[in-house]
C-alpha cells in the first residue's frame, strides 16, 4: 500500500479508503461501518492520518482513532476513560487514566445508537478542555 502522509483532510480520506480496500477482508468492511457511524454521529469530524499511519477521527481534539489488527478492528478513544459507557462498550484498554478503546472481533455487532453517543460525548469531552483552557488563558482582571 502506497499512502501519503496527511497535511489535510481530503488527503487522509484517501488513506483511509486506501487502507479499507487493502483489507479487503471482515476488518475493511467493519472500518468503513464504523467510518460512516462515526461521520453519522458527527458530520463534522475531520479524518485525518497520524503516527504513520492510523486513522484519526478528531473534533475539538482526537475523538478516536481506527487500527486494525489481525484478531480486531481497535478503536481508541483519545479521552475515554472519562465518558460514561453505561452500555460497555469499551472492552479494552481499561487500565489507563485516559484512553479507553472497543475491540471489534470478527462477526461482532455493535450497539449502534451507543457507539454513536460514545462519539457525540467524545467531541462534547474535547469542547469542554478547550473551553476550560480558553478560560485558564485569560487574563484576571484587576
Known amino acids: 500500500m502506497t499512502t501519503?502522509?496527511?497535511?489535510?483532510?481530503?488527503?487522509?480520506?484517501?488513506?483511509i479508503t486506501t487502507r479499507i480496500e487493502d483489507l479487503g477482508d471482515w476488518r475493511g468492511e467493519t472500518?468503513?461501518?464504523?467510518?460512516?457511524l462515526i461521520h453519522e454521529a458527527d458530520p463534522e469530524i475531520v479524518e485525518e492520518w497520524k503516527w504513520m499511519g492510523t486513522p484519526v477521527w478528531s473534533h475539538h481534539g482526537d475523538v478516536c482513532t481506527?487500527?486494525?489488527?489481525?484478531?480486531v478492528v481497535k478503536l481508541t478513544f483519545a479521552r475515554g476513560a472519562s465518558l460514561d459507557d453505561p452500555k460497555q462498550l469499551f472492552n479494552s484498554s481499561l487500565e489507563g487514566n485516559t484512553r479507553r478503546a472497543i475491540d471489534?472481533?470478527?462477526?461482532?455487532?455493535?450497539?449502534?445508537?451507543?457507539?454513536?453517543?460514545l462519539i457525540r460525548a467524545a467531541v462534547a469531552a474535547n469542547a469542554e478542555v478547550l473551553k476550560q483552557r480558553a478560560v485558564k488563558?485569560?487574563?484576571?482582571?484587576?
Do not use: H, M
Not at 483532510?9 to 488513506?15: G, H, M, P, Q, T
Not at 481506527?66 to 484478531?71: A, D, I, L, P, W
Open 4 to 15: 501519503e502522509r496527511a497535511p489535510n483532510s481530503a488527503v487522509a480520506s484517501r488513506n
Open 31 to 36: 472500518l468503513a461501518r464504523v467510518r460512516a
Open 66 to 71: 481506527g487500527e486494525t489488527y489481525k484478531q
Open 104 to 117: 471489534i472481533r470478527e462477526g461482532e455487532r455493535l450497539n449502534v445508537a451507543a457507539f454513536k453517543k
Open 137 to 142: 488563558k485569560k487574563p484576571r482582571a484587576r
